[in-house]
């Protein structure tokens, strides 16, 4: 689809996909709570499980318009919509390559399912396309990245990906939670498959759960037979609290991105601080990269206190910011990845990724740059 039929941005987030109220004109989309939908006269058979109540099926527009796919999905959670895809797609004797840093639950999700399924599986050292490349066998059926990725921040080049993929009739897919459609949209560069965990920017205020899949007619109507066998739907009742949140999703973004950049610049230039991971930083490894195929740089950042500093004290001595699971609501949090969402890792598997004891994700909210600040040196000064 191209730009230019598109309205903009924030009159997708507000109206595209909008259920009519044409009984009462209510100003909002009403909510469809219905199980059951007349056969009469209608040619498609509606029903939850099968992802096509009203709602959801109006939601799905908006999730594609918002990532200039033809279709979408979504799901009742990140992990629904990421194990319907990946299994959507393969079968037993399939290969899949993975991108080595990813997020936790999807890691967990790979070493634990597929084996039974006899679906082979190969991790990447690193996220250059050469290493994907190297791992590419007959039997090869996904690359499946995620960039940025979690936590360190790592910038996968998408165009590469997605030209060795075609040069291969190789799927790929992409967990775009961290950029979200606001700061990326993976397809402009010829990625096939986009995942959103929903719980996270698109739902915004954590308060909901769910999951996100864009993609072209073909690909989710391929999904779609194997995810009404899985169930993984979302509740009508969320799906309508999804909407309502994706109406602002584009003004929190960028507030939330502008806040990470002025909070990276911060941290790097603090002295307490012994390194910071962040794509809009040009000190970031693969910033020229980011620039290219990133809209804005995120709302993620990570960062290493100097030694002698304890992260998890820090933490806990912040008063504004709150040290939480989960990530990209309004409010800003930290999680200690190495106690969280890489715990699961032995501690050699997390070193090999470059994730120590002490880094510190930091998921920046839409409080002001200058009330973070001034928490943060609280923090540091209640320690000294
Ligand atoms: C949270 C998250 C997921 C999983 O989403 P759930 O909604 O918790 O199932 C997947 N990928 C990334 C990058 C996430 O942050």
């Given at each position: 689809m191209k730009d230019k039929n598109l309205p903009g941005i924030n009159t997708i987030c507000v109206h595209t996909g909008e259920v009519k109220?044409?009984?009462?004109?209510?100003?909002v989309s009403p909510m469809y709570m219905s199980t059951s939908y007349a056969?009469?006269?209608?040619?498609v058979k509606r029903y939850p499980r099968y992802f096509n109540t009203p709602n959801q099926e109006m939601l799905c527009k908006k999730i594609a318009a918002l990532e200039k796919t033809e279709d979408g999905l979504i799901f009742g959670s990140g992990m629904a919509a990421i194990s319907a895809a990946m299994f959507a797609f393969l079968k037993t004797g399939d290969h899949v390559i993975i991108q080595q840093v990813i997020y936790g639950g999807t890691y967990n999700f790979i070493v634990s399912e597929f084996d039974k399924f006899g679906i082979e599986y190969s991790f990447t050292?690193?996220?250059?396309a050469a290493d994907f490349k190297s791992l590419i066998k007959e039997n090869t059926k996904i690359l499946y990245i995620e960039t940025?990725?979690?936590?360190?921040l790592g910038i996968t080049d998408l165009k590469a990906i997605a030209t060795l993929a075609k040069e291969n009739g190789i799927l790929t897919m992409i967990d775009n939670t961290f950029a979200s459609p606001i700061n990326q949209n993976p397809v402009d560069f010829g990625i096939d498959i986009m995942l959103h965990s929903a719980t996270k920017y698109m739902g915004g205020h954590s308060d909901i759960s769910a999951g996100a899949i864009a993609a072209s007619k073909e690909h989710i109507a391929h999904i779609w037979k194997t995810a009404i066998n899985f169930g993984g739907n979302l509740s009508d009742h969320t799906v309508w609290l999804l909407e309502r949140s994706l109406k602002t999703l584009n003004i929190r973004v960028k507030e939330q991105t502008r806040n990470a950049q002025e909070m990276a610049e911060y941290l790097e230039g603090n002295s307490n601080v012994d390194r910071v991971y962040y794509p809009?930083?040009?000190?970031?490894?693969?910033h020229e990269l980011a620039k290219k195929q990133m809209k804005g740089f995120g709302a993620m950042l990570s960062f290493e206190l100097k030694e002698g500093i304890d992260a998890m004290a820090f933490q806990n001595a912040l008063q504004l910011i709150k040290p939480a699971m989960s990530l990209a609501g309004l409010e800003s949090t930290t999680v200690s990845p190495a106690q969280t969402t890489h715990a699961l890792l032995t501690e050699e598997q997390r070193l090999e990724r470059g994730i120590k004891d002490g880094l510190i994700r930091f998921s920046v909210g839409i409080e002001e740059a200058k009330d973070l600040i001034e928490d943060i040196e609280q923090a540091i000064k209640s320690l000294q």
């Open positions: 109220d044409e009984q009462f004109k209510g100003a056969f009469e006269g209608v040619d050292e690193s996220d250059k940025p990725s979690n936590p360190l809009g930083l040009k000190s970031h490894k693969q």
